[in-house]
């Protein structure tokens, strides 16, 4: 089992930067793949970014390819999603989620909800133009 608890959200103005991170409970973080999703008002919760549970293998969404960066921290059990460029298209809330990797393989950056096992209880952002 494992907690995930999301931090960092807030209003920012179109163009600026927010980091998010994702504390993860339990001594195992390192066997899990990670990924941040995102569910604006009236859509589906879709992925963003994943990172694989072994030689950090990234995936972004094109949305956000070349302006977010996701990484992780093993020692402090965090995973951190860096948002530059930002627009007011981004605005939703962001959800932490974690897959246990020796489910699927060392480079796998799973992409969709069902995916994965656990989930935060997610923290807003919001961009204005």
């Known amino acids: 089992q494992v907690q995930l608890v999301e931090s960092g959200g807030g209003l920012v103005q179109a163009g600026g930067s927010l980091r998010l991170s994702c504390l993860a409970s339990?001594?195992?973080?390192?066997?899990?793949?990670m990924g941040w999703f995102r569910q604006a008002p009236g859509k589906e919760r879709a992925v963003v970014a994943a990172i694989s549970w072994i030689g950090e293998t990234t995936y972004y969404a094109d949305s956000v390819k070349g302006r977010f960066t996701i990484s992780r921290d093993s020692a402090k059990n965090t995973v951190y999603l860096q948002m530059n460029s930002l627009k007011p298209e981004d605005t939703a809330v962001y959800y932490c989620?974690?897959?246990?990797?020796?489910?699927?393989?060392?480079?796998?950056?799973?992409?969709?909800?069902?995916?994965?096992?656990?989930w935060g209880q997610g923290t807003q952002v919001t961009v204005s133009s």
């Open positions: 339990g001594r195992t973080f390192s066997r899990y793949a």
């Open positions: 989620a974690a897959k246990l990797g020796e489910s699927v393989g060392y480079f796998t950056t799973p992409r969709t909800r069902a995916a994965y096992d656990y």
